[in-house]
């Protein structure tokens, strides 16, 4: 990790490897600036303050590996960034004006987008992360991480079912408390409906009898334009028409074929002609002659026209429109006069649910319970070795019993009957958790936010995150000053602690206590120095010689103490021995 510009850091790179590394320093020397600089890099929140005085900008990078984060890589190049031999380079610029911008794989991205990116790398745990210990939420999610595939199942399956419910209750509240609403629509719909299945239109019929209305409003022009296009074309008086014209022009013609071939293939196009004009002269007397003037029809059409006039002006801007229109309509009838019956469906199906949920809730709780008491003794047991030999903690798993509804078919919201009983019912099952701490022989098991010190809960969260180690997904712990409060004997069996921690996962520890520096398998060092008008600080990775000065500093609180240096050296034996 690569911090430049960041409170009295001004450039410093932070090499990071397996195992369990160790940042110390003097007080005021920028040792919480390293965890700062992760924060940044995890998409925390930004404070321009941090910018170092007269710089314009601070930027922190750091190159991650994908391989053991499943899903990573797939998410950085979503991102638009790149992976290049399973590492990836995230990003962060914070300006002195407050502005912040994010880098993903060389891809900018929002804060946003880098914090769920790498959200499953890191988990941090400071002196304030104590108290998230004492939540509910935190303890439980550590018993259920602890619990694996025989808790998730369980819960997975509850959760699912849980949602179902939820979404089956809100669907009936809704359709019972619409249910005059829908009676309402119902009315309507079904009003329109028998409206046009009184009139009974047929697809396009206004069409055709707007064509129709027009020839029988207008039959005696039609017929005497008939008539008279007939006797044009074959006179029934004697006057001149148009086949005794071409008949002519057939004889002119038929008179010199001899005499000219072409003349002939005139005449018998002419011949073609007079046929034609004598078909059409009779097809327009067969038309003028069924052209009728019927008063009775006309008036039958133009009143069921109105008819359907009425309709569209409703329902739509044709009768097939309208037609379209009594179908949907027909349909959402269906659908609202249903209501009763869809309230007796979701009524069983709410009741279904919640038998399947009261279920899975007795699985879940028991085996809850089975991790909760195979987590007791575990973290017991390491309490043991962090110096606290008669400390006992247990994790109690209860649930809150609920008063009996006055009506079982209408349980509230919150209750579920399980084993006959009426629980308080939540989104991650029936189950309370609670962990309970007694600290010394013969004293009684008291919550964690009544019962333990910062040194003690500084103990309990260590020991619960080794005994989570195994199941959990996050590969690198950070831990910052999370000892303050212990010393002695405690302090070295929580550096123990934590380097058995390392060897399941990356391990990061900032800490002032020697005891715990000395399990170290890398000792990085914050220094500050001064010119006189600025004060700046860098990191330096030490050897075995500068380890052994910096703890004798660390145990005397000066340089150059002899007997200090010979108890750093007893301290680093101590901890290589194991």
């Avoid at 009261?358 to 047991?381: F, H, I, N, Y």
């Avoid at 520096?517 to 220094?527: I, P």
């Amino acid at each position: 990790m690569r911090i430049s510009s960041l409170g009295v850091i001004d450039a410093s790179t932070l090499e990071l490897g397996p195992g369990f590394t160790v940042v110390t320093g003097e007080t005021g020397a920028g040792k919480t600036m390293v965890v700062t600089a992760l924060g940044l890099l995890l998409g925390g929140r930004a404070d321009s303050g941090a910018v170092r005085v007269g710089a314009k900008q601070a930027r922190v990078e750091g190159v991650v590996r994908t391989d053991r984060v499943p899903g990573l890589a797939a998410a950085v190049e979503e991102a638009g960034g790149e992976v290049e031999d399973d590492l990836v380079v995230l990003a962060r610029n914070v300006s002195a004006e407050g502005r912040s911008r994010a880098y993903v794989g060389g891809a900018g991205v929002p804060i946003a987008t880098l914090a769920e990116i790498a959200e499953p790398l890191v988990a941090v745990h400071g002196q304030s992360d104590q108290h998230r210990l004492l939540k509910a939420t935190t303890q439980r999610a550590a018993l259920d991480l602890y619990g694996g595939a025989a808790v998730a199942t369980p819960a997975a399956r509850y959760a699912e079912l849980y949602e179902r419910l939820v979404a089956t209750e809100r669907a009936l509240a809704d359709v019972v408390a619409t249910a005059r609403e829908r009676a309402r629509e119902a009315d309507l719909l079904r009003f329109g409906v028998d409206e046009i299945e009184a009139v009974g239109p047929q697809p396009g019929e206004d069409k055709e009898l707007s064509a129709e209305e027009a020839r029988l409003g207008h039959a005696d022009t039609l017929r005497t334009a008939a008539e008279q296009a007939r006797e044009a074309l074959s006179s029934e008086l004697g006057s001149p028409d148009a086949l005794g014209i071409v008949a002519a022009a057939r004889g002119l013609l038929d008179g010199v074929r001899d005499h000219d071939a072409e003349a002939g293939g005139l005449a018998d196009r002419v011949a073609e002609v007079t046929y034609l004009l004598s078909d059409l002269a009779a097809d327009v007397a067969s038309y003028a002659s069924g052209i009728d003037t019927d008063p009775a029809r006309l008036a039958g059409v133009s009143e069921r026209r109105a008819a359907l006039t009425a309709l569209t002006r409703k329902y739509g801007d044709s009768i097939d429109e309208v037609l379209a229109w009594a179908e949907q309509a027909s349909t959402r009838l269906l659908d609202l006069d249903g209501t009763d019956e869809t309230i007796g469906r979701l009524t069983a199906e709410r009741g279904a649910l919640r038998t399947q949920l009261a279920a899975v809730a007795v699985e879940l709780t028991e085996a809850r319970r089975g991790a909760a008491e195979r987590l007791s003794t575990a973290v017991s047991d390491e309490l043991t070795l962090l110096a606290m030999p008669h400390a006992r903690l247990a994790v109690d798993v209860r649930s809150k019993e609920l008063d009996a509804p006055a009506d079982p078919d209408h349980p509230p919201g919150d209750g579920l009957l399980v084993a006959g009983t009426w629980l308080r019912m939540q989104s991650h099952g029936v189950d309370e958790i609670d962990l309970l701490l007694a600290a010394n022989t013969g004293s009684e098991l008291r919550p964690l936010h009544k019962g333990a010190s910062g040194g003690e809960l500084s103990r309990v969260m260590l020991a619960v995150e080794v005994c989570l180690a195994d199941t959990h997904p996050v590969p690198t712990f950070v831990f910052d000053e999370v000892d303050s409060g212990v010393g002695g004997a405690a302090a070295v069996e929580i550096g123990r602690r934590l380097a058995a921690l390392a060897q399941h996962a990356q391990v990061l520890v900032v800490t002032h206590l020697p005891q715990v520096a000395a399990f170290a398998d890398r000792h990085v060092v914050v220094k500050k120095s001064s010119d006189g008008t600025v004060t700046s600080s860098g990191l330096t990775t030490l050897d075995d010689a500068g380890r052994e000065q910096e703890l004798s500093r660390m145990l005397a609180g000066l340089a150059g103490s002899d007997s200090a240096l010979a108890h750093a050296r007893e301290l680093l034996q101590m901890a290589r021995s194991g």
